[in-house]
């Protein structure tokens, strides 16, 4: 929602949601279900909720956050930005 995620992320990023509701109307296809489990499988084995982790484009972790960042979305936004840089340098 925040305009400074929002401009970084377009520019960056591939954002991949994979969330798990409770209540069945909020259910996702029979296929993203599939998807999202085998996403917790590999990345998210303790069931941490909420999780955000930030991938190269071979899956590999670069930063995992753990819970909602305590950070605003312009702080959390030049982190993304830093790490990525230093990525791919």
């Known amino acids: 929602e925040n305009a400074d995620f929002k401009s970084m992320a377009d ?3 591939v954002i991949v949601r994979a969330d798990f509701p409770r209540k069945k109307k909020n ?3 029979p296929e993203m279900v599939k998807r999202n489990e085998l996403l917790a ?3 998210n ?3 941490s909720f909420p999780l955000t982790l930030l ?3 071979d ?3 670069l930063k995992k956050w753990d ?3 305590e950070i605003t979305a312009a ?3 030049k982190d993304i930005s830093t790490i990525v840089k230093q990525h791919t340098r």
Do not use: V
């Open 27 to 29: 259910m996702p296809s």
């Open 41 to 43: 499988e590999r990345f």
């Open 67 to 69: 819970g909602l960042p």
């Open 45 to 47: 084995q303790n069931g």
């Open 75 to 77: 702080e959390f936004s």
């Open 11 to 13: 520019s960056q990023l």
């Open 59 to 61: 899956l590999n972790i």
């Open 55 to 57: 991938l190269d484009e």
